[in-house]
């Protein structure tokens, strides 16, 4: 059965659509009935079926067309979100018109920042593909790109038209690619959601063997959670920025290794690790949460393991991130599981004190 929830407030607030089936021709059609002409964003690593799935499910009397990026963090790029811009400018795209984000965070994310510039203004739709973009990048209005210097340092906040999320995706996603996911999943049982850590900790065996009943409830307490902040603080000024736990380092891996073999979320669970020891090491929490929180990571089949960095290898990518403020870098840390604070007040020692 459907769950819908309202994200954001009026009047660019949107719907996400959680289905536990296949998106429908008439769940697309109440979606463009005003547009005309209509370009699908996807990439490489998408199944052809899946983009002639989408195209189907449009009606005869629009006009779509595909394009398609190289498969890849490395196409969130100025040049890619040059491309897509000439595209829809050759195409002869005016403000009538929609874009659709066919794919996983990548494609979401440049999708939405093109759809923000172009005309200052077009709806987009997002149908992410991907346990990490469902319960993620597709909520919350962030776009960005990268740039040689960082992470999603340039971009806008534009919320999208609607987002449906077909559990159906997630069936032929990679091992790789699903535990991904789960890093942002735990993230809010970590910042908020207590309700989603006794869910993950009292069924790791049916998460990982994907089952469908238990990974709607999953990713309905994440989207609710995620709704509820983003909804209290759209453009980060306050509450929203917890969403960052465990991505201050996360970025900053990401970066080390030049946005390849590793995904973001492989990323991010590591960042939460890490940032999980520095809250035990400034006297927020226990060793026995910490304990906690790794033991289930370790349930859920999710490398938890970032002894192989140094911090000083990792030191250049810090003062990169988004989150520095007046020369300060700002940290996510638990002061209990199920919850976070940000704080620029910590013990500069206790950073690389963490990764010995």
Known sequence: MAKSILVGKKPTSYEVDIL?????????????????????VTDSGIPKKYIKEIKDLIPVSKKVYIYILPAGEKSKSLKSFNLILQELASLKFDRTDCLIALGGGMVGDITGFVASTYLRGVDFIQIPTTLLSQVDSSVGGKTAINIPQGKNLVGAFYNPKKVFISLNYLQTLS??????????????????????????????????????????????????????????????????????????????????????????????????????EISYLEGCIARKDVDEIINLMNSLGLNSNYHKYKYNELKPYLMNDKKVAKGKLNLILLNKIGSAFRTSKFENKNLSKSFK
Do not use: C, Q, W
């Not at 536990?20 to 699908?40: C, E, F, R, W």
């Open 175 to 276: 091992e790789k690619e699903y535990k991904s996911g789960l890093g942002e999943v735990i993230k809010y049982a970590f910042i908020l959601n207590k309700k989603l850590y006794k869910i993950l900790k009292n069924n790791s065996k049916l998460i990982n063997s994907r089952n469908i009943k238990i990974l709607e409830d999953v990713i309905y307490e994440s989207i609710k959670t995620k709704s509820l902040i983003v909804t209290k603080d759209e453009k980060e000024h306050g509450v929203r920025a917890l969403l960052n736990f465990g991505h201050t380092f996360g970025h900053a891996i990401e970066a080390k290794h030049g946005y390849k073999s590793i995904t973001h979320g492989e990323a991010v669970i590591l960042g939460m690790a890490i940032a999980s």
């Open 20 to 40: 536990g089936k296949p998106i429908s021709k008439k769940n697309i059609s109440a979606s463009i009935k005003t547009h005309n002409k209509i370009l699908i």
